[in-house]
Nanobody, 125 residues
Framework: VQLQASGGGLVQAGGSLRLSCAAS????????MGWFRQAPGKEREFVAGLMRSGGPTRYADFDKGRFTISTDNAKNTVYLQMNSLNAEDTAVYYCAVREGYNTPISKAVTDYTYWGQGTQVTVSS
């Protein structure tokens, strides 16, 4: 599985970005995919996750309704819409796939097998 993240950039506080994660290679019809982020000097943390087959999504507490994760299975692409961005959202954002059929969404970094290269999001205050 190869993951290609894109859509990051520089945005002013209060602005929006939409990140994309295109999957190629061996893909699972029903697997958990997640977005994580890592700020300088901090550990990588869970942002949002979903099951490719649909169903409930899962978000970190700090999302506070600002972020929305979605998938377009026909395009093998997962999106992260981020609104009302603030300086604390500045980080490298990674998409990840949890290997295994029907394995649930997890917030743990170590539960994900495949990772994209990351895309930088910088929010200026």
């Amino acid at each position: 599985v190869q993951l290609q993240a894109s859509g990051g950039g520089l945005v002013q506080a209060g602005g929006s970005l939409r990140l994309s994660c295109a999957a190629s290679g061996r893909t699972f019809s029903n697997t958990a995919m997640g977005w994580f982020r890592q700020a300088p000097g901090k550990e990588r943390e869970f942002v949002a996750g979903l099951m490719r087959s649909g169903g409930p999504t899962r978000y970190a507490d700090f999302d506070k309704g600002r972020f929305t994760i979605s998938t377009d299975n026909a395009k093998n692409t997962v999106y992260l819409q981020m609104n009302s961005l603030n300086a604390e959202d500045t980080a490298v954002y990674y998409c990840a796939v949890r290997e295994g059929y029907n394995t649930p969404i997890s917030k743990a970094v170590t539960d994900y097998t495949y990772w994209g290269q990351g895309t930088q999001v910088t929010v200026s205050s």
